[in-house]
């Protein structure tokens, strides 16, 4: 029996055993993928994709468990999906979001699924995207993906979402915190976390940020965009996903949020094309033979990286028209 049926059952060992199948890089365990994702995908796309992110010590384990938890106590399922650091030695993921996470994981209406980065830029895992395919179909109509948290680089989070949460802490720092423009533009919705420590700090927060998403032409509403949050206590959760399902209705009523998934399927799709060609251009044998010189060539100043580039493009292509 193949995993799909028990995972649209919505059993969450099947569908734990089908992220680690698509995480394989075994060739065998990639066309098994590729068939299960196939069948799959009519009973995808039904899900509301979050991205959240924010810096280390925002509090994103603590605000996506009050999070979760109320859209569970609201009839929802949900599934997380938190991509953690690499660990250097094992390849695995290293901060363990589940023991963060104690009672949304234990809730049998939630999935949690920590995946290593393997060094994948943007601050998500490689096959994430795929990861919340299996989880729409195994039922979750809530997917929340949270990224590494280590800087401005973890975007790539923005472009696999349907809507992109960014947490600020209320007494972060000077104002260029708050007007990160590369963030900024992608955040939908800032929630300043922690709230309760200073409340007077957590207003100012609110009033620079807001300031600075005006200045921004995709942020016309800044003002509905800010918002406070004690994840702790439990306050604020209800207006953030009151906000998220106003700017669904809104993107949804306007078409804007059909043509977000579909460009969003055209770019993973030209992702994958270019990791794909990456790994046969180094593999493949006539590019072995002369990279390793190249690159020594190119390093000491002997060659233009230009030329080089063109010398290891020729070889790969006369070898691969043979």
Not at 163 to 187: C, F, H, R, S, T
Request: glycine content about 8%.
């Amino acid at each position: 029996m193949t995993l799909a049926a028990p995972l649209q059952a919505g059993d969450r060992r099947a569908l734990a055993k089908a992220i680690t199948l698509i995480e394989s890089t075994r060739a065998d365990h990639r066309e098994q993928a590729d068939a299960l994702l196939t069948e799959l995908m009519p009973a995808t796309g039904g899900a509301l994709r979050l991205g959240i992110s924010g810096v280390p010590g925002v509090g994103k384990s603590t605000f996506i468990e009050a999070f979760g938890l109320f859209l569970l106590a609201h009839g929802h399922r949900v599934a997380v999906l938190t991509v953690d650091p690499s660990s250097t030695l094992s390849g695995g993921a290293i901060l363990g979001d589940k023991t963060r996470m104690e009672k949304l994981s234990m809730d049998t209406r939630a999935f949690i699924r920590p995946s290593p980065s393997s060094g994948t830029l943007g601050g998500v895992a490689e096959k994430t995207r795929e990861a919340m395919l299996l989880c729409e179909a195994a039922g979750y109509d809530v997917v929340i993906v949270e990224t590494v948290g280590v800087g401005q680089s973890e975007t790539a989070v923005a472009g696999m979402t349907d809507l992109y949460l960014l947490l600020q802490l209320p007494n972060a720092g000077d104002d260029l915190q708050a007007i990160k423009k590369g963030v900024m533009e992608l955040a939908d919705l800032v929630v300043i976390n922690k709230a309760d420590l200073d409340p007077a700090a957590a207003m100012r927060a609110q009033a620079q940020i807001t300031s600075a998403l005006r200045l921004l032409p995709t942020h016309a509403h800044a003002s509905q965009r800010v918002l406070k949050v004690s994840a702790l206590k439990g306050d604020g959760i209800a207006p953030v996903w009151d906000a998220l399902t106003a700017l669904r209705a809104e993107r949804e009523a306007g078409g804007a949020w059909a043509h977000r998934r579909r460009e969003q399927s055209l770019a993973w799709m030209w992702e994958r094309i270019h990791a794909g060609l990456r790994q046969a251009f180094t593999a493949h044998p006539a590019v072995h033979a002369q990279l390793d010189t190249a690159t020594a060539a190119v390093r000491e100043g002997r060659m233009p990286a230009s030329t080089a580039a063109r010398h290891l493009l020729a070889a790969f292509e006369s070898r691969s028209l043979e």
